[in-house]
């Protein structure tokens, strides 16, 4: 019986995490998180310290790692940027562990957090699509941790099934693969040349959203908008209201994986940090509060982590700089990624 179940595993494990990873469709979930390291090599500096700033897609829309290096104009630093579109701090966790498994491959880590209090209303302990990103990385060491990280029992079962047998999650990428695998063998080549160069070039959205003077006018700039801009918008205005309300789940899934990746770099005396990111175009005007408070305090309070000030991101919480409602434009890009370059500095040379 065994062997019967040992023999699809090993196959599953070998064929899967060391053959066809390497040609993950890039923009895909998984595809994703296996550029990361590639991302990470491009920019590097052998010759400067090394900071990671760390993050999703409002860090690859609001963090430009070559506006930073040019801020500070240091011999000494060297931004690397990873913004990785969907990503939570679970998924970041566990991307470090794979690049960076002896932790010693930077002077400091930067996280992005959402807020500084514990206001994310999505249990983000139960966000299965963690595992479609991790289908490539995770592996037969991770069946003692990452399932018990769901609260949700059935999430927990299928995220245990995914870990044995990563072909189940990469299924339809392995399927469009093999209707053309000459395409995807180039596209995969192409974005490993290019990727960052790519992303060096970007210099952010021009779009900005309608100012507000009240947010009962919400339906006033919502006809202004495009119509890619509208549901997200809609969301937006509906959870605004709610923007200081605090969850337990949210505290303890902050306090466990901020405490994992600073309790993983505690070993090399890596410095963790952590920023807020703008969170919204008209936070400012609904009185969210931005006070360290729950379980980014308390592991400040333990010496775990460094925090950034949150006035580099509330500053920029007005529509002229949001071109939708998470994301800041390149107005917000050029900003923030200044002030955020200083700040580190700042903290680093204390």
Not at 15 to 32: C, D, N
Not at 83 to 95: A, D, E, K, Q, S
Not at 191 to 199: A, E, L, N, S, T
Not at 202 to 211: A, K, M
Request: hydrophobic share 40%; glycine share 4%.
């Amino acid at each position: 019986m065994l062997l019967v179940i040992a023999i699809p595993v090993a196959f599953s494990q070998l064929v899967i995490r060391y053959v066809y990873t390497q040609w993950l469709e890039p923009q895909s979930t998984a595809g994703t998180v296996m550029m990361a390291a590639s991302a990470i090599q491009q920019q590097w500096d052998a010759k400067k310290k090394n900071i990671l700033i760390i993050g999703n897609s409002r860090i690859g829309e609001g963090v430009s790692a070559k506006l930073a290096n040019n801020t500070i104009n240091n011999n000494e630093y060297n931004f690397v940027v990873l913004g990785l579109p969907g990503t939570t701090p679970r998924v970041w966790f566990y991307i470090l562990n794979n690049i960076d498994k002896n932790a010693s491959k930077f002077f400091a880590v930067y996280l992005m957090a959402e807020n500084y209090s514990d206001t994310a209303e999505e249990n983000y302990n139960d966000r299965d699509i963690d595992t479609s990103y991790l289908a490539a990385i995770l592996t037969l060491n991770d069946l003692s941790t990452y399932p018990a990280s769901f609260d949700d029992e059935k999430k927990s079962a299928d995220a245990y099934h995914n870990i044995l047998f990563p072909i189940a999650p990469l299924q339809k990428d392995i399927m469009q693969f093999l209707r053309n695998p000459h395409a995807r063998i180039n596209e995969v080549q192409l974005w490993r040349k290019d990727y960052m160069k790519w992303i060096a070039d970007y210099n952010g959205r021009s779009e900005r959203l309608p100012d507000l003077d009240q947010l009962a006018n919400a339906p006033v700039a919502l006809a202004q908008l495009a119509d890619w801009q509208r549901p997200g918008m809609e969301w937006y205005f509906r959870a605004v209201p709610k923007c200081n309300q605090e969850y337990l789940h949210s505290f303890r899934y902050n306090s466990r994986w901020f405490g994992a990746i600073s309790e993983h770099y505690s070993r090399s005396a890596v410095r963790v940090g952590v920023f807020m990111i703008p969170r919204g175009p008209y936070h400012h005007q609904q009185g969210c509060e931005s006070k360290l408070k729950g379980s980014l305090a308390v592991l400040q309070r333990k010496g775990r982590i460094d925090l950034i000030s949150s006035d580099i991101a509330t500053v920029l919480e007005r529509p002229e700089y949001f071109f939708d409602h998470l994301h800041i434009n390149g107005a917000g890009r050029n900003l923030f990624s200044k002030n955020l370059a200083v700040a580190i500095e700042n903290q680093l040379e204390d």
